[in-house]
């Protein structure tokens, strides 16, 4: 990086070995790494988005997203010589600035030892907590709290870019801030970017339902998380209300052939982009072309399926709904990660009249 202003001193660079941005971590010989301002980003193992979600512009943390935020404001007790910049954890990946203050007792290459000791504990309580440490070791509870994406938490690299002035502090650490707001901006365009079907569908109230990957679809019982106004809003004319959801996970497709059986309206909002009519099930085609349903994606037909993409439309399907129904939830997942912008009101709406999506069988068991 280049920058001109007020030096803000540490780690002994000339002009000739300035680097690229984002270099991997292969250290610059030419870098002082005892002592110094530092940006440095650390990526989750296979790109994997289990430290928490963005909604609506900010970051919510998953439990293991917590405790890596927690692992890091810790660093300073253990090592004094941090000084702790802005740092944010990010859904897959995690930035932070750092100054290292000179001590004769710094190592060669103290800034990747202090990086190897966040990563080392934090991967430690990821293990914990996916299961990997049982036993006495694991705190009651915490087992199970994160999903298990292999036996590392982090990639081996990690990113550095030597900080030499007080205008590329205030430029890097505007960055760090503004992250969270741009994480889909910067990768998306909005979710109604491609649509197939009847477009006035948007402008009607919306019940929102999502559920996690993972869970069978047979027996699925949709609960009622969170409605407008809580228990004394009236569901006024919610009969008319469209079901929108990704229809991505089981469960979610589950509750796309039960609303469709049942004449339901439905809006599906696809990371992967829109198929060709010839590829969807015959009951959606005729919803669409009858104007019951309508297909809507921030991606061109033929886009991949990443989990990006997933968060970005999952947020869409919950921003403006008027209820929010969820099948069976992962814990420590995405989706339970976004939904905590939202006041648990299970307790008190029990008794909720059904949202259209129950399945008949189970309705007369019950």
Not at 61 to 73: C, I, K, M, S
Not at 79 to 99: K, Q, S, Y
Not at 241 to 251: K, L, M, N, W
Not at 328 to 345: H, I, K, N, Y
């Amino acid at each position: 990086m280049s920058g001109g202003g007020e030096d803000v001193g540490g780690g002994g660079f000339s002009p000739a070995s300035r680097r690229p941005h984002w270099r991997k971590s292969l250290r610059n010989p030419n870098i002082n790494y005892r002592n110094g301002w530092f940006f440095v980003t650390t990526q989750v193992a296979h790109n994997k988005c289990i430290l928490g979600a963005i909604v609506r512009d900010r970051f919510v943390p998953t439990p293991l997203g917590e405790e890596v935020r927690n692992a890091w404001l810790a660093m300073p007790k253990r090592h004094p010589e941090m000084e702790l910049g802005e740092f944010a954890v990010m859904p897959n990946h995690f930035h932070a600035i750092v100054r290292i203050r000179w001590r004769p007792t710094n190592k060669e290459h103290h800034l990747g030892y202090l990086v190897g000791q966040f990563k080392g504990r934090t991967g430690f309580v990821y293990g914990r907590m996916r299961g990997a440490h049982g036993g006495a070791e694991a705190p009651q509870g915490d087992m199970g709290r994160c999903p298990d994406i292999g036996p590392h938490l982090w990639r081996p690299v990690y990113w550095d870019d030597l900080i030499t002035s007080a205008r590329e502090l205030a430029a890097q650490s505007r960055y760090i801030r503004n992250n969270p707001a741009n994480w889909t901006r910067d990768r998306f365009g909005p979710c109604t970017e491609y649509a197939f079907g009847n477009e006035e569908l948007l402008s009607a109230p919306r019940i929102a339902f999502v559920a996690s990957q993972g869970f069978p679809a047979a027996g699925m019982r949709p609960r009622l998380f969170w409605r407008e106004g809580g228990d004394e809003a009236s569901r006024g004319d919610m009969g008319e209300a469209v079901i929108i959801s990704t229809f991505t996970s089981a469960q979610e497709r589950e509750a796309l052939r039960r609303a469709l059986a049942k004449g339901r309206r439905v809006v599906a909002v696809l990371p992967g982009g829109i198929p060709p009519e010839s590829d969807l099930s015959p009951a959606l085609a005729e919803a669409c072309r009858e104007g019951r349903a309508l297909l809507v994606s921030p991606q061109p037909p033929g886009s991949a399926l990443t989990k990006k993409a997933a968060a970005w439309c999952n947020e869409y399907v919950l921003s403006d709904a008027d209820e929010i129904w969820t099948g069976d939830l992962s814990a420590g997942g995405m989706l339970r990660a976004m939904l905590q912008v939202f006041p648990d009101e299970r307790k008190e709406l029990n008794n909720t009249p059904d949202c259209g999506l129950a399945d008949e069988c189970e309705r007369e068991r019950r």
